[in-house]
């Protein structure tokens, strides 16, 4: 059984589909956590142990601590690894949480492991340092402005 294609939407309507959908996309985007960390974390993976792809998947949910008796937990594997949140958590310990996690999964290719006694202080010492910079980064008006985005030919009108 196939389904019928549905009739292409006229230009109009199509330009205001693609503006309501953009609005969608920021308002989650405002939502991400972390989420420029997490895509570094797969970039450095891929690229230093020669993986072609390594997903990071977050979930912030209900129910994490009743369940892993931690405000957040990753499960790694070779191929993907899956951090959970707390979503009952203020949105900066969410970040610090997703730093401290996102160092489970890096430690968890590391040749060289380090002391598995201290392993959560490690972590932690992970998170805040990376929080710290992300901390100057947005402090700091230079760097912040090469996240904006110039002058760009937004509404530049195509030929048909």
Not at 80 to 89: D, G, K, V
């Amino acid at each position: 059984m196939t389904t019928p294609a549905l009739p292409a939407m006229d230009y109009d309507r199509s330009i205001t589909t693609a503006e309501n959908i953009a609005g969608v996309i920021y308002n989650l985007s405002e939502q991400c956590l972390m989420a420029h960390t997490l895509r570094a974390v797969e970039w450095h993976i891929t690229r230093e142990y020669n993986k072609n792809v390594f997903p990071i998947v977050l979930t912030v949910e209900e129910g994490v601590i009743d369940r892993w008796h931690s405000k957040s937990w990753t499960v790694v594997t070779a191929d993907f690894a899956h951090i959970f949140i707390e979503h009952e958590l203020s949105r900066d310990q969410k970040r610090v949480c997703i730093a401290h996690e996102a160092y489970h999964v890096l430690e968890f290719f590391r040749p060289v492991k380090s002391d598995r006694n201290r392993i959560e202080d490690i972590c932690d010492q992970f998170a805040n340092e990376l929080c710290r910079k992300h901390d100057q980064f947005y402090r700091n008006p230079e760097k912040v402005k090469t996240c904006m985005f110039g002058r760009l030919p937004i509404n530049s009108k195509r030929q048909p």
